[in-house]
């Protein structure tokens, strides 16, 4: 049973990467770092050289409410807020 | 993979033979692993004297040790081979190594199993390789041979998958151009002096490696908290913010000064390729694996001849200096030619744009006919186009200008040590001139490194204006010792408030420990990680607990080893010599330009260099006469190998 316990969005254009998300994802997970094993796959658009990332949502819990992956991130590509009525896309839309 | 293991796979493309050998890591430790250990298979194996393009020469791909982990800059591979650029009048070749990051291909190779990876023999037909799990497979490069890198790149990871990692090279290093790069992941430039000739002479065009296998390190927790604190370090740097949104389009207000050809006046460059300019076309930046601080560029260029190209990589200081020594005021036009290399023929821009430079302007000055084959060479735009592309093609004149300088000085009898800007020294022109810049560390390793270029060696000394205090922070953190220290922070009447000699020695060694380990050096240039945070890095990898003095001790000994591969080629001291220009006063229209100390104490003379370079030696406790490692050195450091006599 996947306990959601917050919000995780994820911020496409924001991303430039690196991969730290995936490898923080492993590591919180397995403690070796594998890319491939991690909850995120980073979709790559070879027109503009571009990726983002997204989360495979069967394999992610959220890392129990401290997501590595976000705290990784330091683009702010992927974020999270634990109270999810307070929404980032709402925020900034605003 | 672990990082306590360590294995080499070996290809033979003439026999289309792989395997691979494995070694605990205490074996490879005394030389870090990665590329330190790189560096003993060329000393054990490479025989002296090959031609760079000979079957018998070796390509040493090397991941660092710490790549594949989440640790900040860790994404580096270093290459080492005997490269084609001609690096003497009586035709000599350096062995060096080349470094760069990237996002895919070095973790890639990890994750398939493969440390490290040496290439030997020719294929009968143009191939490429696969590393993959499980293993490496020589596979026909079919319709690959013939397109351009970034096409062929392209095509690769559409075939492979989105996280494919890759490594080609463009229809330069198809035709041998000695300066010809390789390309990793589309993004990073790999291989100044011509490790793309190098592949294209063994008939590989490029390599893919994509495997699924974990990276593990000995102490797990102990690594990461070490990797979280590093990575906290980074995001509070102030000049972050400016960072991130620039990349390598950042710095114009130091490249300025520090770049400058004299040529025109610095306003005006200001406003031809200035920031404001390099905004027009920058479109995004791009990060190499595990780095907050991205640096890789696309950019779209905004109307002209050329609108709408888009390119990747890091065009605007090459640029712009070349620009302003070709005198073209649209910087499109030069971008332009960076982003053809980049995206089709794999030449190095700086190299051509300075062969270029030399031809013309000596056509025009009437010291050589100004109708050579296939070209009438004038001082215009159309003319530099025609014959970058010549180059690559290797057509008619385009031919001697693909083998590099000394070809010209052949064929031409032009001496490559007139040329004006920053001079020629192995062969190699210089991406800064030691007028402008100073005579700060880097140029120093210019003339001391096998191969004539930085490699991954800044400090803090490479920006203008730090305080001594600030440099002398950044030493502390090697743990050399008061008496070492004492050295390097001795003020000398030819160095000025340190001894650009003795301090340039333990920043090659910090170079091998770096690209060792695989970590950019964009850290160490702006003080945010230091030698003892790689001690702590490496000691929780590889489950061995080392001080940032032993790190530099085991790059210490990969420096000695590259150096005596290269004695063994016949380079002496002869060879690490500054050029005559830079003692002759470049006119700017600010004024003059002379060769100073970092702090501006002096102007330098050919006798205080000769110093400078006495005390190199003399740190590295080599032989002042020859530059070569003595015996006595080699034995303390464990080295095996002696100095031929």
Known sequence: MISIEGKLTIWPERCRGCRSCQLACSFARTKEYNPTTSCIVLERDLDREKTAPMIKSLCCDLCGGAPACAAACSYGAITYEPDASDAPLEKEAA | ?645
């Not at chain 2, 100044?192 to 495997?211: E, P, Q, T, Y």
């Not at chain 2, 080699?634 to 080295?639: C, E, P, W």
């Open chain 2, 1 to 645: 993979m672990t990082t306590w293991t360590d294995r080499t796979w070996f290809v033979d493309l003439t026999r289309r033979d792989a395997w691979y050998e494995e070694r605990p890591h205490h074996e490879v430790a005394d030389v870090l692993g990665g590329s330190g250990f790189g560096w003993q298979i060329i000393a054990d194996r490479l025989p002296a004297g090959v031609d760079p393009f000979a079957p018998e020469n070796m390509i040493v791909l090397n991941p660092g040790v710490l790549v594949g982990t989440r640790t900040v800059g860790a994404s580096k591979l270093t290459a080492i081979t005997k490269f084609p650029t001609v690096a003497s009048p009586d035709g000599r070749f350096y062995i060096g190594s080349c470094t760069s990051g990237g996002r895919y291909f070095a973790i890639g190779m990890r994750q398939a199993g493969c440390d490290r990876l040496v290439i030997q023999g020719k294929a009968s037909e143009p191939v490429i390789l696969a590393v993959r799990d499980g293993g490496i497979s020589i596979e026909p490069a079919g319709d690959l041979w013939g397109q351009g890198a970034d096409p062929a790149a392209r095509a690769l990871v559409e075939r492979e998958g989105a996280d494919a990692g890759v490594l080609t090279i463009g229809t330069g290093g198809e035709k041998l151009v000695r300066s010809a790069l390789t390309f990793i992941d589309r993004t990073n430039s790999l291989g100044r002096g011509g490790l793309g000739a190098v592949f294209g002479s063994k008939n590989l065009k490029a390599i893919v490696a994509r495997g699924s296998g974990s990276i593990r390190v000995a102490d797990p927790d102990r690594y990461n908290r070490v990797a979280n604190e590093l990575c906290e370090r980074v995001l509070a740097w102030p000049r972050r913010e400016h960072w991130i949104k620039l990349g390598l389009a950042a710095g114009w207000s130091t490249f300025k000064h520090t770049q400058n050809p004299g040529m025109w006046p610095k306003e005006r460059w200001d406003q031809l390729y200035g920031e404001e300019k390099r905004l027009e076309s920058l479109q995004s930046v791009i990060a190499c694996a595990s780095c907050p601080l991205n640096c890789r560029l696309r950019w779209v260029l905004p109307g002209g001849e050329f609108d709408g190209e888009q390119g990747l990589g890091s065009p605007y200081s090459k640029s712009a200096t070349s620009g302003q020594l070709l005198g073209i005021e649209d910087d499109r036009k030069m971008i332009h030619l960076v982003t053809e290399a980049n995206t089709t023929t794999g030449i190095d821009f700086y190299t051509t744009t300075r062969l270029i430079d030399f031809v013309t302007r000596m056509a025009e000055d009437g010291r050589i006919p100004a109708e050579q084959d296939g070209i009438t060479l004038s001082r215009d735009y159309v003319t530099y186009q025609r014959l970058y592309r010549m180059t690559a093609d290797r057509e008619g004149l385009g031919d001697v200008l693909a083998d590099g300088w000394y070809r010209v000085q052949a064929e031409l009898g032009l001496d490559p040590s007139e040329y004006w800007y920053a001079g020629v020294v192995k062969g190699v022109d210089f991406i800064y001139d030691a007028r402008p810049s100073r005579f700060h560390p880097l140029m120093m390793t210019f003339l001391t490194r096998p191969r004539p270029h930085h490699g991954g060696s800044h400090t803090r000394t490479n920006s203008r204006n730090k305080t001594l205090e600030e440099i002398k922070d950044q030493a502390a953190h090697w743990e050399l010792g008061d008496e070492v220290m004492g050295r390097i922070f001795q003020e000398t009447s030819y160095s000025g408030k340190f001894n650009v000699g003795r301090y340039s020695a333990y920043m090659e060694d910090l170079m091998r420990v770096k690209n060792a380990i695989g970590l950019c050096t964009i850290y160490t240039y702006q003080a945010l990680l230091f030698a003892d945070d790689m001690a702590r890095l490496y000691s929780a990898a590889v489950g061995e607990t080392v001080t940032a003095r032993e790190l530099i001790r085991r790059g210490e000994r990969i420096s000695n080893l590259a150096k005596l591969v290269n004695v063994r080629e016949g380079f002496t001291r002869a060879d690490d010599q500054p050029p005559a220009v830079w003692f002759r006063p470049m006119d700017a229209p600010e004024g003059r330009i002379e060769i100073e100390d970092y702090y501006q104490t002096k102007v330098l003379t050919r006798d205080d260099l000769a110093r400078i370079l006495d005390d190199y030696y003399d740190e590295r406790g080599w032989d002042p006469e020859t530059g070569h490692p003595t015996d006595e050195r080699l034995r303390s450091l464990g080295i095996r190998a002696t100095v031929p006599s």
